[in-house]
């Protein structure tokens, strides 16, 4: 009896020390950090464990549901607040201003141990007044199809969520993949011009309209222009005459809506602009808006999914873009799906 509860002891003793080893193996030890690279190519060391994050970037937030992560938010971009149906509780999270003019005292108040901003938006001004206060600055977009893979998982890897990473990255490269093995097939590509938020505002080299449109198999008019938002006008479109127009709607909050009246609105006013009128993508009426949650961004899959179709009827009859978003929402952010995302 004695030898078995000495074994027992041990046993327990093991037991105990092994649990010790393991939480020590998984939560970042005092003083440790993190080395990535953003979306300038800067190497950012970040402090462990992230705890605390600002978010001035709405692609970013919702990757960060994607994560599960989105109990470390103490701070948003006040955007946000339009949408609040989507966000649910992030929404009412504090504000800290725009996504290009955050209130910088105010991120500073929130003591962050991590804040995400786009690319270019704000300026380094950012840098400079969260560098005063030790807090790292982490630039990512999230809203370029070509570079969300590896964003997200730079995310993964900050907070300890690599296996929720890996199953979006997986998720969405399988629906690349089953679209670029039909693209192959193609020998003439549907010509497309592809207008941003503001009216005669195209999307050229670099931006994430160009890079949708190029996945879904469709030549962008403006893809050999040298901005990524490029002016054009009225006579630059007619004179190349696309099969196809494509615009993004900002603003629309697809989540909430139950009629398509505004996307319709704005298709409507693309399809009345006089000089447009002998345009063949007018003529045939090929001219659709995409609301601006699937307009680049983490669900620029299924923004893409519904070009394929538009671009390519015939070969993408399979392809329900619908069917594709509805999986996104129940499985990456747990909501039911519900909204109106395009005109018809």
């Known amino acids: 009896m004695r030898i078995f509860d000495l074994l027992s002891k041990v046993l327990l ?6 649990g010790f080893v393991l939480n020590c193996c998984m939560a970042p030890a005092f003083g440790a950090s993190i080395a990535v690279i953003d979306a300038l190519g800067r190497t950012v060391r970040i402090p462990l464990p992230v705890r605390r994050i600002v978010s001035l970037n709405s692609d970013a937030l919702e990757v960060l549901c994607i994560l599960k992560a989105k109990g470390l938010v103490v701070g948003v971009d006040s955007h946000v607040a339009r949408e609040s149906r989507f966000w649910g509780d992030l929404a009412k999270k504090p504000k800290v201003g725009r996504w290009s003019e955050p209130n910088l005292e105010k991120i500073a108040s929130l003591v962050p141990d991590l804040v995400v901003a786009y690319s270019r938006w704000p300026g380094q001004v950012l840098e400079k007044k969260m560098g005063s206060f030790k807090i790292p600055v982490l630039r990512l977009d999230c809203y370029k199809i070509n570079t969300l893979e590896r964003e997200v998982s730079v995310l993964g890897r900050i907070l300890n969520r690599q296996k929720e990473a890996s199953r979006f990255c997986k998720w969405q490269h399988l629906y690349i993949k089953k ?3 039909k693209i192959a097939r193609i ?3 549907t010509t497309v011009y592809v207008e941003s938020y503001t009216d005669f505002v195209s999307c050229g080299p670099d931006s994430g309209g160009d890079e949708m449109c190029a996945l879904a198999g469709g030549h ?10 490029p002016r054009v006008t009225p006579e630059w479109v007619v004179s190349r005459n696309p099969d196809v127009i494509i615009k993004a709607a900002a603003y629309a909050n697809g989540y909430s809506l139950k009629s398509p ?3 319709n609105m704005r298709r409507d006013a693309i399809l009345k602009r006089p000089a447009f009128s002998h345009v063949k993508a007018v003529k045939t009426g090929n001219v659709h808006v995409l609301d601006s949650s699937i307009w680049s961004g983490p669900r620029a899959i299924i923004g893409c999914a519904y070009m394929a179709r538009w671009f390519y009827p015939k070969l993408f009859s399979d392809l329900n873009a619908e069917a594709l978003h509805k999986e996104y929402f129940e499985t990456f952010l747990g909501i039911p799906y519900q909204g109106i995302y395009v005109s018809k």
């Open 179 to 181: 679209i670029h093995k």
């Open 187 to 189: 020998t003439r590509h």
């Open 220 to 229: 962008n008019i403006a893809t050999g222009l040298s901005l990524p938002y």
């Open 261 to 263: 009246k505004p996307l």
């Open 13 to 18: 003793i093991g037991c105990l020390a092994a």
